[in-house]
């Protein structure tokens, strides 16, 4: 099968999306970009739920272990990344999926950085200080494309296009792709996105077997190496989830036990913040994966594809 739109799989942890990547790549040809925030950083590996080594030898995986825990990694440095990544796979005449679950990365790829740009406070307080007129000539020195579309009466615009040079490094006029009202395409290729749903309580029991199954093949010795390594406590990885919980152990101030607790608790509220996220998103492609197995999941996107394809071809 050739030719494919570009396939992103996204939902919460532990809904199953690594193992439908990975059948899901065998069927369609396809090479796998991860869009998981925390799988790029080296030495997170059972906490992360990073794909297996089997995995890994069965399909081709890209951006995970590119980042050390002291490195910076964001939306912006992802989107470029993975646009790199995309146009090497489709040069080969292979296929892509994009699977994970940081919905901000996902974002940032399908819509471009100027949505998705963290926001700056201490930026535009300061830039909320100044006139609408400095504020203009500052745009037009750094990317006159912006000031010129942008005018000189929309102070906030302005403001906005001013944060996302200072954040992002990228001119707002750059990104093309940034308007969610457009159908958003990769390199002339459609964007299918698929989510998998399932149920509140099998998650949370799907959860709970994770956590434990971690924590059997050795998180808390991985936690404890992370933890004390020098780049973790200033870097994005200290906000882990699966390595976060266990300093306040590692600093006797709760038990093991705890920590367990606490690490479940936290997995289930990022899971819930997942579904909200990706719910909100446009053109997700809802699969109820409740009593399924992963080869099921593949067909029905598969048949869900060529549904997709053919409608597409009627509208035309």
């Not at 297996?52 to 272990?65: N, Q």
Request: hydrophobic share 40%.
């Amino acid at each position: 099968m050739k030719d494919f739109p570009v396939i992103f799989i996204v939902g919460p942890t532990a809904a199953g999306k690594t193992e439908v990547a990975v059948k899901l790549a065998e069927k369609i040809d396809a090479e796998i970009v991860s869009a998981d925030s925390m799988q790029v950083y080296e030495g997170l590996d059972i906490g992360t739920a990073k794909p297996p080594p089997e995995d890994l030898k069965r399909v081709k995986h890209h951006l995970i272990d590119i980042k050390r825990p002291g490195e910076e990694y964001n939306a912006g440095i992802f989107a470029e990344s993975a646009l790199k990544c995309i146009k090497k796979i489709l040069d080969k005449k292979k296929n892509v999926i994009i699977a994970g679950g940081t919905g901000l990365y996902v974002r940032s790829l399908l819509y471009g950085i100027g949505e998705t740009c963290p926001k700056d406070e201490t930026f535009r307080k300061t830039a909320e200080s100044k006139e609408k007129e400095e504020l203009f000539e500052e745009l037009k020195r750094v990317d006159a494309a912006a000031a010129r579309a942008i005018g000189t009466h929309n102070k906030r615009r302005i403001i906005r296009a001013l944060e996302i040079y200072c954040v992002s490094g990228k001119r707002f006029s750059e990104n093309t792709n940034w308007n969610t009202e457009k159908e958003p395409e990769i390199f002339g290729r459609k964007c299918l996105i698929f989510g998998l749903d399932i149920d509140r309580a099998e998650l949370y029991r799907r959860i709970e077997e994770r956590v434990d199954k971690m924590v059997g093949n050795g998180l808390v010795e991985e936690a404890e190496k992370v933890i004390k390594s020098a780049a973790f406590e200033n870097s994005g990885a200290a906000q882990a989830i699966g390595y976060k919980e266990f300093i306040p152990y590692f600093e006797g101030g709760i038990t093991l036990a705890e920590a367990f607790e606490a690490l479940k608790k936290n997995t289930r509220n990022f899971a819930k913040r997942q579904l909200t996220w990706f719910r909100k998103e446009k053109g997700v492609n809802w699969i109820k994966v409740d009593g399924m197995t992963a080869d099921e999941v593949v067909e029905k996107i598969i048949e869900e594809m060529r549904k997709i394809s053919l409608g597409n071809t009627k509208k035309g």
